[in-house]
């Protein structure tokens, strides 16, 4: 493929739905949480792959970094996903404790915007997200090594199998590297798509006193 016939491909395809729901502005919310539970809730419902799946941004030595993270929970306090404290997401979170989320919905043409300080949560509630995650994810996390040079494949599935016998022998072990984080999100925005162009923004910004709700230009 040429670098003409790619641009020309890559304009042609679709980003949105023919049919969007109502503009943001008919939204009458006055709590992020809540607005982002409802869009949440209709992600699922609409057959949205992976709706729980954000990119963090994080940043260490202004160097920034992203990956695609999976949403653990959110209640009043904020947003909360896991990793490996070891892990350069982990380091960079050490290094700079501030994030951003962002949770793009395109079968809805829907996007959140989440970012603040991020904090850890407690060691009991970090244990307990390990034990709740697929075998398989607990044996990845145990090799631990994430993002080091592998030299030899063999090297990993030897680290496996190593894995594999101290879960058979221990059913309840806990990394003590892993770690639940909470982004105490300070600002918080919902954008929404619309058919010509005139996309809404709502930008929630946590004061002392709560929420300030500001609608921005596109």
């Known amino acids: 493929m040429t670098a003409d016939s790619l641009r020309t491909r890559l304009r042609s395809l679709p980003v949105f739905p023919e049919e969007i729901p109502d503009a943001l502005h008919s939204e009458q919310v006055s709590d ?36 695609v993270i999976l949403l653990k929970d959110m209640d009043a306090d904020g947003w909360y996903f896991a990793t490996h404290v070891s892990s ?21 043409g829907r996007q959140v915007r989440v970012s603040g300080p991020v904090l850890p949560t407690s060691p009991g509630a970090s244990a307990s997200d390990f034990l ?5 994810s607990r044996e990845a996390t145990l090799i631990g090594r994430q ?54 923004r709502l930008r929630f910004s946590r004061r002392s006193g709560g929420w300030t709700a500001e609608h921005l230009w596109p």
């Open 88 to 108: 350069p997401t982990g380091i960079d979170l050490w290094d700079s404790p501030f994030a951003a989320l962002t949770f793009f919905w395109p079968f809805l």
């Open 32 to 67: 992020p949480m809540a607005l982002f539970a409802r869009w949440l809730d209709d992600a699922i419902e609409a057959g949205q792959p992976a709706p729980h799946a954000a990119v963090l941004a994080t940043s260490r030595h202004n160097v920034p970094n992203a990956r």
């Open 147 to 200: 993002s080091q040079v592998l030299v030899d494949p063999s090297d990993y599935d030897a680290a496996t199998e190593s894995v594999r016998r101290v879960l058979e022998a221990d059913p309840a072990a806990v990394d003590p590297e892993w770690a639940l984080y909470l982004c105490a999100a300070r600002t918080v925005e919902f954008w929404r798509a619309s058919a010509d162009r005139r996309h809404a």
């Open 132 to 136: 709740a995650r697929p075998l398989a």
